[in-house]
């Protein structure tokens, strides 16, 4: 599967943002998906996740409660809706899809789309 990620910008302290993960190829409803993000000099880390269905979600606690992901199998896509943004929540924001399991490690995601960026100011 191959994911394009958009949506990314640069948008006020408190205020909302919607990322876009569309993917192509096939069986993109039997794959989890998962949106991590990376900061200049810190590591790639975990911010949501979605089984294939998207009955199950699993967040990070710097974003549980203000991020919301969801997934439209018949558009193929994955969202990330990013309200209450704090300047924190800035960095490079990859989706990814996993064959296998609904994970919080990046290693348990088996193809990634390139990184839109999320600026915050404050």
């Known amino acids: 599967v191959q994911l394009q990620a958009s949506g990314g910008g640069l948008m006020q302290a408190g205020g909302s943002l919607t990322l876009s993960c569309a993917a192509s190829?096939?069986?993109?409803?039997?794959?989890?998906m998962g949106w991590f993000r990376q900061a200049p000099g810190k590591e790639r880390e975990f911010v949501a996740a979605?089984?294939?269905?998207?009955?199950?979600?699993h967040y990070a606690d710097s974003v549980k409660g203000r991020f919301v992901i969801s997934r439209n199998n018949a558009k193929t896509t994955v969202y990330l809706q990013m309200n209450s943004l704090e300047p924190e929540d800035a960095a490079v924001y990859y989706c990814?899809?996993?064959?296998?399991?609904?994970?919080?490690?990046?290693?348990?995601?088996?193809?990634w789309g390139q990184g839109t960026q999320v600026t915050v100011s404050s």
């Open positions: 990814a899809a996993s064959r296998t399991a609904l994970s919080g490690t990046a290693t348990g995601y088996n193809y």
């Open positions: 190829g096939d069986r993109f409803s039997s794959y989890y």
């Open positions: 979605i089984n294939w269905i998207g009955s199950v979600t």
